[in-house]
């Protein structure tokens, strides 16, 4: 062993670019850590939310952003991902070793050493960059699966919105026929009305009445709905309340389109394929070679003249001879990022596919919307009252007048039932868009 003198200016500078080596941040990494520390209050605040008392979808959605198990998961995921980068990039464990030579040896007692390896710098800065790659993915998964809850409570609460006007309209409906019969039973009375026609308006009360209490039992499995999408508790009187908007979108299909593009989702295609490239540059820095650098020290070797301990350096390289099995690794991350990019371009035509729906509906929703409540509802009013009057001067029947008060009945639901489809189809276009979308004036 040959003897070497080791300066501490040195030894500093090469430790320090050890620590550089080792500590470069990959390229998502610090977003990546910035997001998941903003996201942890509202991925954590199940056990603190309130349940919602104003009954307003925006109420419920907020709360559903607390306490769903599904963001839980999803940020779970995203933070063992993103922890997950630092061991990716870490160097090899060093090695520290020790002989003694139980038996005098006129040549050494005593040895030390010490050694670090280096591989190729692309397999631990590649490495970590697709890590990174696979946390921002995460990340965006997750902005996507919130998206999704948003989505699931408002179809919910446009359900339980439904039963309850439902209920509204039929129960006013309800005390119309109970005026009606207690008119019959005075014209009655005085020989104007018969029993059949009486008892064919108590039928319509009794059915209606069971209509209604069968919409109870549809209340509760709404709220039951809403309470699963939400993931928290709710009082067993929650309500639906609020009205609704309605419209087509300000921005054009082509702009809608672009936004879908940019959608969390689809992003997370990207980046996944962004991961399988670094994946395949760090299984391409397999092929090359390592090399270790190590330190030696002994107790000394007598000599003429010197007796002083001896402090050698070593240096050694590591010879990748499976190329083949390094080439069909870097194949395969290959494959991956290919595989994750067609997966992306069929979801995209999944997404423009589901807002072309998503616009119809809208349109149609607010199309029927429009129409029953600025033309066929009036005229149905205006015909019923009609009804009325003839009726009053005994120029109508019971029958006339329970046919006007159905059609006025159905196109009132009618009515109820388009608000309800639009805001199911706005919320259902929000999600597929990836952001609020804003109505035209």
């Known amino acids: ?68 198990p599904e963001l839980r998961e999803r940020y779970a995921r995203w933070r063992a991902e993103t922890l997950r980068i630092a061991p990716a990039r870490a160097l090899p464990d060093p090695m520290i070793g020790y002989a003694f030579f139980a038996l005098p040896l006129d040549v050494q007692r005593h040895r030390l050493m ?20 696979r946390a921002a993915a995460a990340q965006l998964r997750f902005e996507a699966r919130a998206l999704d809850v948003a989505a699931r409570v408002a179809d919910a609460w446009w359900r339980l919105w439904l039963v309850e006007r439902v209920a509204r309209v039929w129960r006013e409906q309800l005390e ?12 009655l009375e005085a020989s104007e009305a018969t029993l059949a026609e009486l008892a064919r308006v108590e039928l319509s009360r009794a059915r209606l009445a069971d209509a209604i209490d069968g919409l109870d039992e549809q209340a509760q499995a709404a709220r039951a709905a809403l309470r699963a999408a939400v993931g928290g508790e709710l009082p067993e009187d929650a309500r639906a309340e609020g009205e609704p908007a309605l419209g087509l979108p300000a921005e054009s299909a082509a ?44 107790d000394g070797m007598p ?32 494959a991956d990022a290919e595989a994750e990019r067609a997966a992306g371009a069929s979801a995209e035509l999944d997404a423009l596919a589901e807002l072309a ?59 109820e039932r388009a608000r309800a489809e639009h805001g199911r189809a706005w919320a259902r276009l929000e999600r597929v868009v990836g952001r609020r979308v804003a109505r035209a004036e």
Not at 119 to 124: I, K, V
Not at 270 to 291: K, N, Q, T, V, Y
Not at 304 to 333: C, F, H, K, S
Not at 371 to 383: G, H, I, K, M, N
Request: glycine share 6%; hydrophobic share 45%; net charge negative.
């Open 303 to 334: 000599m003429p003249g010197n007796t002083d301990p001896m402090l050698g350096l070593q240096v050694a390289l590591t010879i990748p001879l499976w190329q083949e099995a390094y080439d069909d690794a870097q194949r395969a991350a290959e």
């Open 1 to 68: 062993m040959t003897r070497a003198n080791l300066r501490p200016g040195s030894l500093g500078a090469a430790l320090l670019a050890i620590g550089l080596f080792a500590g470069c941040a990959a390229r998502y990494e610090t977003s990546v850590r910035h997001d998941l520390a903003r996201a942890a209050p509202r991925s954590r605040g199940a056990e603190a939310a309130p349940a919602p008392r104003d009954g307003r979808l925006e109420s419920y959605v907020t709360l559903a952003l607390a306490a769903s």
């Open 114 to 133: 010490a050694s670090q390896s280096f591989p190729w710098p692309t397999r631990l800065t590649a490495a970590a960059d697709a890590q990174s790659a």
């Open 357 to 415: 729906a998503a616009l119809s509906e809208v349109r149609d929703a607010d199309r029927r919307a429009r129409v029953t409540e600025r033309t066929l509802l009036p005229q149905a009013q205006s015909a019923f009252e009609s009804v009325i009057g003839a009726y009053t001067v005994g120029r109508a029947s019971v029958a006339d007048l329970q046919l006007a008060q159905r059609e006025l009945l159905e196109l009132a639901v009618e009515l």
């Open 255 to 298: 702009a809608l389109a672009d936004a879908v593009r940019a959608h969390p989702f689809l992003r997370s295609f990207e980046r996944l394929a962004e991961a399988g490239d670094d994946a395949a540059r760090a299984a391409e820095g397999a092929r090359f070679p390592s090399f270790t650098v190590g330190v030696e020290w002994t």
């Open 176 to 187: 119309l026929l109970g005026g009606l019969a207690e008119s019959l039973r005075a014209r």
